[in-house]
């Protein structure tokens, strides 16, 4: 407020350096002005403190941490029963928002949205459970606030993917995409029926070969945490409508030039008032744009770039794993090809020693005709005999031998296509899962770049006229008291030098002191008037320095 001062010094001065008590009366009222804003501020703060105390307020950040655990840890009836109490909950939160007419009832939060007393007598109605965060400050927050500003409903869609809803569950759960994500009909239907499709190929997800479940999961969290609302954008947005609903108040209320020009004929307090009617819609608009960049900020987050390389790297893995589910496959042929190969190998050998088998029968039969017959020949017939016999041993003994390698061969060939086979349907599997969360970010990426796109044309228009509103403001205020204030200089001067020559007299009639009296009054009067135009002109001017700080930004 050193500007008050310093422009109420400088209208003293033109009044005359010789007046120290008029002097400082002024000075003391400028003063005043001060320790009155002061205590203003001082009042709201006092004033919000009393509201704190007499509202029931719980733990922003411990209501969200209870959120995020409720909703992983769930599972079949009480993930539906949680369901349905966050969908009570945040259509209580929403019916509130419009005008009603009757009492509200009293739904379910996180343990319990409204708390009621315990007396079934009692005629008092619920009171609704708001949240606040000491660290961050600002206004108290609702139940809808906190889920959104929470993980809850990415743990739950997790909690889906990993276990597949049923039909009850996907009903409540539509619901709750309509009060808690962008879009419309479209974008609600298609993130189900992604998540129906993540949680059908999770199911044949058993082994982790190159790909990991929790970083599946974390991108499927990251897409459903950019389709949902933006808490700090909705209050925004409901503060941007507050303060236009003001200002087209304000508007109706704004005096012409051409009852400027008449100003003769209306009082000092009236134009006082006109002007701080003025200064306050600055300051509305100050607000408005700060709150416009604010949301700005909000949307020009760098999501297209991680989006990409989340998506980049699951194609790399999917089609790694799809080429060596046909590198594998080739292998298990080369493996048949193998086998087929020593089977017949087999059939070659058995049937040459079953041929040997046969002739070494044969030739036995007809040495021991030829022993009954050529009892002379009994020694060599003998030998011959014994000789037959160990060949035949040996035969048999290479065969069983053979046919033992043979068997170990062909079981080592069945284990291994076995695990190539295991290996090929792991690959396939892990390969329909990836393609299945490239489908479902590829799809959460087209909607929400789609809806930011809108909101930010949405911005630059607010932006391009608020600032249109605010010069042509500023010239109607400039414009309105320019021709204002050299008569109010001049008025202020002739008062001071009217003020100085009635105590130079020293009369002390009472007509004098009544003159006095009306003179210090005209001159108080007409101060008053000068500092309004003043303030007016710095808030201009303040409002325009901060709009070349952030085009120079």
Not at 168 to 188: A, T
Not at 361 to 382: C, G, P, S, T, Y
Request: aromatic share 6%; glycine share 4%.
């Amino acid at each position: 407020m050193s500007w008050l001062r310093s422009a109420v010094n400088k209208a003293v001065e033109v009044g005359g350096a010789g007046n120290r008590n008029l002097s400082r009366n002024l000075r003391y009222y400028a003063d005043s002005v001060v320790q009155q804003a002061s205590n203003a501020v001082s009042g709201g703060a006092k004033l919000f403190l009393d509201r704190s105390v007499s509202r029931s307020y719980q733990n922003f950040k411990q209501a969200a941490k209870r959120l995020e655990e409720l909703s992983v840890s769930c599972r079949g009836v009480e993930r539906v029963q949680l369901l349905r109490r966050w969908l009570v909950a945040l259509k209580e939160i929403e019916r509130l928002a419009l005008p009603v007419s009757e009492p509200v009832s009293s739904p379910k939060s996180i343990d319990s949205i409204y708390t009621t007393d315990d007396s079934k007598n009692s005629p008092r109605e619920p009171t609704l459970v708001l949240y606040y965060d000491p660290d961050l400050g600002g206004e108290p927050l609702n139940f809808r606030d906190v889920f959104l500003s929470s993980q809850a409903l990415e743990g739950m869609i997790l909690s889906m993917i990993l276990e597949a809803p049923d039909t009850e569950e996907i009903s409540l759960l539509m619901e709750i995409f309509g009060l808690c994500l962008m879009g419309g009909k479209e974008v609600r239907e298609a993130t189900m029926s992604s998540i129906k499709i993540l949680a059908k190929t999770f199911s044949s997800y058993k082994e982790e070969v190159l790909a990991k479940k929790e970083e599946l999961l974390l991108h499927a969290q990251g897409a459903i945490a950019g389709l949902k609302i933006n808490a700090d954008i909705v209050r925004i947005d409901s503060e941007v409508s507050n303060i236009h609903q003001k200002l087209d108040k304000m508007i109706l209320q704004l005096p012409s030039s051409k009852d400027d020009k008449d100003s003769s004929s209306v009082s000092t307090n009236a134009t006082s008032e006109a002007l701080k009617e003025a200064l306050s819609q600055l300051q509305f608009l100050s607000k408005l744009e700060a709150l416009l960049l604010q949301k700005k900020a909000l949307l020009n987050r760098d999501i297209p770039e991680s989006q990409s390389k989340r998506v980049f790297k699951l194609k790399v893995l999917s089609e790694s794993l799809s080429s060596s589910a046909s590198k594998t496959e080739e292998r298990i042929s080369e493996n048949r090809i193998q086998k087929e190969g020593a089977l017949k190998f087999r059939i070659v050998k058995t049937g040459e020693i079953s041929q040997l088998e046969m002739e070494l029968e044969d030739e036995i039969k007809a040495l021991e005709n030829q022993r009954d017959e050529l009892e002379a020949e009994l020694k060599k017939v003998k030998v011959a005999l014994v000789s037959a016999n160990a060949r035949l041993h040996n035969a048999r003994e290479e065969r069983e031998q053979f046919d033992e390698a043979n068997n170990q061969i062909l079981q080592h060939f069945k284990v291994k296509e076995d695990e190539l086979s295991r290996s090929m349907t792991l690959y396939r599997a892990e390969a329909d899962v990836c393609d299945a969360f490239i489908s479902f970010l590829e799809d959460s990426w087209t909607f929400e770049s789609s809806h930011i796109q809108q909101k930010q044309k949405q911005v630059n228009d607010e932006l391009d006229k608020c600032e249109d509103y605010l010069v042509n403001l500023s010239i109607l205020v400039l414009s309105m008291y320019k021709d204002e204030l050299g008569p109010s200089i001049s008025n202020i001067r002739e008062l001071a030098e009217n003020l100085k020559r009635s105590e130079n007299t020293n009369n002390e009639k009472m007509e004098t002191v009544e003159v006095n009296r009306r003179l210090e009054e005209e001159y108080l009067n007409a101060e008053a008037k000068l500092v309004t135009v003043f303030s007016v002109v710095d808030g201009i001017k303040r409002q325009f320095h901060g709009q070349e700080g952030v085009i120079s930004r």
